[in-house]
């Protein structure tokens, strides 16, 4: 269902930019659905997803800029990376290609004790990371509520001169997240 979602994402905007009003349209996406404690996660272009687990974070997805792709090949370091002025250039996204690429992924949901923090999800455009560093969305997001730490997400970067689209979604998991499948 996520595939289809997004590949029909695709189809109609590489369709609506045929139209010159629209032929610079595109756009990045990052989505997860849930069944079950499967979680499939999709992306294209620079949004992400994160997993946050107690102050820890880590980044679930891979960019698809020209600057990640010097990093992937050992052209820039991740430091260099985080202020280079090309940062944002894209090298895919949706409506750019009818033969779309797009990363998937799954993890599982495993069970926690009851001392133990559950994860959560952090779906988000480059609007917050580019202005808000990941442990500060690590620390807001295990100190807030989803609704809370979204808005003071926002409110962050908006003070750091967010002009960009902000886009947050925190959700929270029922356990912790793994790649390995639980024991059924």
């Not at 090298?91 to 779309?100: D, E, F, H, I, N």
Request: hydrophobic letters at 35%; aromatic letters at 6%; charged letters at 25%.
């Amino acid at each position: 269902a996520l595939r289809t979602a997004v590949e029909e994402a695709n189809r109609v905007i590489v369709l609506r930019r045929q139209n010159p009003a629209f032929s610079k349209m595109g756009t990045t996406v990052v989505a997860v659905i849930e069944n079950q404690g499967q979680y499939d996660f999709a992306s294209v272009g620079d949004s992400r997803a994160y997993l946050v687990r107690g102050q820890s974070i880590d980044q679930l997805t891979h960019d698809h800029t020209y600057v990640q792709q010097l990093v992937d090949e050992g052209k820039l370091t991740r430091e260099e990376s985080l202020d280079h002025p090309q940062g944002h250039v894209l090298t895919r996204c949706l409506g750019a290609s009818p033969q779309l690429r797009s990363d998937f992924s799954r993890y599982w949901c495993w069970p926690v004790g009851p001392e133990d923090e559950c994860d959560k999800i952090v779906l988000c455009s480059d609007g917050l990371y580019s202005l808000v560093e990941d442990q500060e969305i690590a620390e807001m997001v295990s100190r807030f509520s989803p609704q809370e730490s979204c808005a003071q997400l926002t409110e962050l970067a908006k003070e750091r001169g967010g002009d960009d689209n902000i886009s947050i979604i925190v959700i929270p998991v029922s356990g912790r997240l793994s790649e390995e499948q639980p024991d059924t």
